[in-house]
């Protein structure tokens, strides 16, 4: 692992991720607020997410929007799939001066994965209404979403 990438998960406190990668929760609102049906959420969340080389976000769901930011390290391969059209969008989240985006926002109900471009990349995500991990689902949990995806992409099934 680079020695960034490791100086960074220390320095941190950051922990193993279910999706890959590493994280750790840095905000969460005291404010709740109420999310339909999933009833009260905090009004947001924000964790650092680091994924060194050879490491992925595996394909997964939340059911609140996600905006990711870029902070260092080489850039973010950010991929979504439209659960209907099975679309999918590439963004590359990097330095502003570089004509990659910063932030990029997820909407509710997409799935998606991420890999870095290089030996790590340290980006955070702020989640409204606040993540839970009972809105969290990977898509290898879900046969009949990875069945299609497969089919459809079968270039990026090496993310499940």
């Not at 109420?34 to 969340?45: F, I, L, N």
């Not at 109900?109 to 702020?126: H, I």
């Amino acid at each position: 692992m680079d020695d960034r990438a490791a100086y960074l998960i220390d320095a941190l406190g950051l922990e193993t991720h279910p999706e890959g990668g590493h994280y750790r929760e840095v905000y969460r609102s005291p404010d709740r607020v109420t999310a339909g049906s999933r009833g009260e959420r905090p009004a947001v969340t924000t964790i650092y997410f680091l994924l060194a080389a050879g490491e992925c976000s595996r394909w997964h769901v939340v059911r609140s929007d996600e905006i990711w930011h870029f902070y260092e390290g080489d850039p973010l391969e950010l991929l979504t799939l439209d659960p209907a059209t099975l679309k999918i969008r590439r963004v590359i989240l990097g330095p502003f001066d570089t004509g990659q985006e910063p932030v990029h926002v997820v909407p509710a109900g997409q799935w998606q994965a991420a890999r870095p471009a290089g030996a790590y990349t340290l980006v955070g995500c702020s989640v409204g209404p606040g993540f839970e991990f009972a809105d969290f689902r990977l898509m290898r949990d879900d046969p009949t979403t990875e069945r299609r995806m497969r089919q459809a992409h079968p270039d990026l099934a090496s993310i499940l």
